[in-house]
């Protein structure tokens, strides 16, 4: 499973990948990019061994990060 965030602080993309392996989600393969013309960041991340997490379980992971502007599940 792929995720896509929009963030306006370049530091919150660690604190994403630190809550996703804290509740047990490997982080593989993160892309970047700077901002553009909104002034957020984005990011794709790859997720692995989900272990049955569905994707509402990772957005309820994810929703105390008040910096993520956009929360997309690409795959």
Do not use: W
Not at 11 to 26: A, P
Not at 53 to 69: A, Y
């Amino acid at each position: 499973m792929r995720i896509y965030v929009e963030f306006h602080d370049p530091s919150c993309l660690e604190t994403i990948c630190n809550i996703l392996q804290s509740c047990g989600v490997q982080v593989g393969e993160v892309t970047m990019n700077n901002p553009g013309n909104s002034g957020n960041y984005n990011a794709i991340i790859l997720l692995k061994n989900l272990d049955n997490k569905s994707s509402s379980q990772i957005e309820e992971f994810l929703e105390h990060v008040t910096e993520i502007d956009t929360l997309k599940f690409l795959d």
